[in-house]
């Protein structure tokens, strides 16, 4: 069974940064493109950051240049660069990723994390 898992999520002051990881493990051939959402309180799950394979990335506009999405491939494992936080980044952020189970076969798997809770004190 495919799964990815958050990590370091947390409590911080505005103007303070985190940095989230998110492993993948079980049985796959390879990830192509991985993200970040989050979903805040009473608010619908909204992209983040998402990047490709290969290292292309887009971010969601509240968040370009305040925060950096990155990936090793060899490790299979997603990061998310947070500076100048803000309370309204307050959420819980969860990983997405785009699984090929096999080389035999193209059908992709869309897997999600259990997400981690960031809040960002005014």
């Known amino acids: 069974q495919v799964q990815l898992v958050e990590s370091g999520g947390g409590l911080v002051q505005a103007g303070g940064s985190l940095r989230l990881s998110c492993a993948a493990s079980?049985?796959?051939?390879?990830?192509?493109?991985m993200g970040w959402f989050r979903q805040a309180p009473g608010k619908q799950r909204e992209l983040v950051a998402r990047?490709?394979?290969?290292?292309?990335?887009n971010y969601a506009d509240s968040v370009k240049g305040r925060f950096t999405i990155s990936r090793d491939n060899a490790k299979n494992t997603l990061f998310l660069e947070m500076n100048s936080l803000k309370p309204e980044d307050t959420a819980v952020y969860y990983c997405?990723?785009?699984?090929?189970?096999?080389?035999?076969?193209?059908?992709?798997?869309?897997?999600w994390g259990q997400g981690t809770l960031v809040t960002v004190s005014s």
């Open positions: 990047i490709t394979r290969g290292g292309n990335t």
């Open positions: 997405n990723g785009d699984f090929r189970k096999s080389l035999a076969s193209v059908t992709m798997l869309e897997v």
């Open positions: 079980g049985s796959f051939f390879s990830i192509n493109g």
